[in-house]
């Protein structure tokens, strides 16, 4: 009996880390994806140990090699009649459980292994909501800092006049991500719909409530992340009231994380963008904040300006240094590393959650799993941005709209939903309490069954 479970473990572990090689060496200059690969991979050995079908499916390598990706010139011209070229690209990873359904980034620093990372975790965290989505991302490496909205206009149509061929209600169903919000979807659903010559609503999510947007879809990661961070605590007989809280970030993310924590009766200490961070130990203003960045779109270092006793420092990782309960890294990929996961451990943190995507790297994960700290990752704690763009998908399909209260109230036993699935696939298989473990297996196993089912091809 243990010689047969050892050599189904060897067997298991020689089959992932020959997937994993191979992948490295297709893959070499591509850092980001291969770290979230990793990640997954790490946690699917108990998984395929005890389901040697999977191998014989060989449904690691199947799943890891995407679907297909497109990449694009995207010609526009700026203010100064100059003509500016761009690359877009849409990942369209898997299309087992749905659609394919990911956002779309447009910064600066995107690339193909930036879009093929996100469209990999994006698999997992739609399979965990339990809607019907299947995984893709898109974007592109323009940089939407310092244009007018007449650019941002322009380059959403040239990059819609490329994209619509590829997508559809039915097919590839984008979104927003950094960079792109209710305005940016505007322009695209607007050149989609020019372009195709009919309303379908359902082609986008994230539009603009009243012309096809769902209500709560703003808010949706932000409060998803705090009603998943609820669930953490329920399990370890706490709640938000009363702890302090920093939160990286002041798009929309941390934005709607800050004001639903505070609603549970936190106090959020601190917030960021890429170039510094503001402390404000009496508790951020949100209503501040939101006009410095949602009607002004202003730098967040000019609300020191408006509250004397807040402070401005320059740089990001100094925000990990401010003495807290609870962390909510709701900026980017790879904010948080060993040293910051270190001082935050040293300082007593007790919980991170992350609203970002892949925002704490392999050895800070690591670090606070050993260390104890209750971690939520982000697949499973920020997918209720995706969870409630499934239910505007479900509204468009069927010609309503849903109240606030009616979406709020979905996410809310949605995110509830992701938590048990976690913590329950972690128990089963020997990890409890890992909700890295966890959510990668309960997200992978949905994808992998689906997958067989339809045999190969
Ligand atoms: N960009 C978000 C994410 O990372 C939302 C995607 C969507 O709504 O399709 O999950």
Redesign the pocket.
Known sequence: MTTQVVSNTQYAKEYIDGVFEALKEKNAHQPEFLQAAEEIFLSLVPVFEQNPAYIKHNVLARIVEPDRIISFRVSWQDDNNKVQVNRGYRVQYNNVIGPY???LRFHPTVNESIMKFLAFE?IF?NALTGQPIGGGKGGSDFNPKGKSNSEIMRFCQAFMTELYRHIGPDVDVP???IGVGAREVGFLWGQYKRIRGAYEAGVL??KTPGYGGSLARKEATGYGLVYFVEEMLREANQTFFEKTVVVSGSGNVAIYAIEKAQHFGARVLACSDSAGYIHDPEGIDIKLVKEIKEINGDRINTYVEYRPTATYHEGCTGIWSIPCDIALPCATQNEIDGDSARTLIANGTQVVAEGA?MPSNLEAINEFLNAGVLFGPGKAA?AG??AV?ALEMAQNSGRTYWSFQEVDEKLHGIMKSIYAQSSEAAKKYGYAGNLVVGSNIAGFVKVADGLISEGVY
């Open positions: 359904k990911g956002g994006q965290k979104a927003g991500d999510t994230g995507n920020n941005g995706v763009s």
